[in-house]
């Protein structure tokens, strides 16, 4: 996500609306250094001790920000203007043809009930959960 960042980083300015272009660019470095560093988390056994089924929701679910992502980049070239409505008023976006808010609406909402759960399950370890051995809580 933070190599299509930094890709997409460079073609803002060639949008027809570099401001939503610009929104989407930020979007993917930040989701970027996210999964990155969770990535990290992950891979440290001795942090947390995830069981199998709560790996893959966190796995599996933060992946879902590659849809809001991809949509807000398509939407650089749209001007969709219903689910983001102060990028687009200050993009200029008029708005788009309906099937195309309804893309960027649906790539909003829908990788929601994905993206939660993760969270939910890391706040949950971190603060709750038992710690591998050798790892007292404090």
């Not at 790539?107 to 050798?134: C, D, K, M, N």
């Amino acid at each position: 996500m933070g190599l299509l960042g930094l890709l997409w980083g460079t073609h803002v300015v060639s949008t027809p609306f570099p401001r939503l272009a610009l929104t989407a660019h930020i979007q993917a470095m930040g989701n970027g250094t996210m999964l990155t560093a969770l990535g990290l988390v992950l891979r440290q056994t001795d942090l947390l001790s995830l069981n199998p089924i709560q790996s893959a929701i966190v796995y599996y679910g933060l992946n879902a920000t590659w849809a809001p992502t991809i949509s807000e980049a398509l939407n650089s070239y749209w001007g969709a203007k219903q689910v983001l409505p102060i990028s687009a008023q200050q993009a200029g976006a008029t708005g788009a043809a309906a099937w195309q808010e309804h893309i960027v609406t649906a790539a909003h909402l829908i990788p929601v009930l994905f993206i939660v759960p993760p969270f939910a399950v890391l706040s949950w370890e971190l603060f709750f959960g038992t710690r591998p051995s050798g790892h007292a809580k404090k």
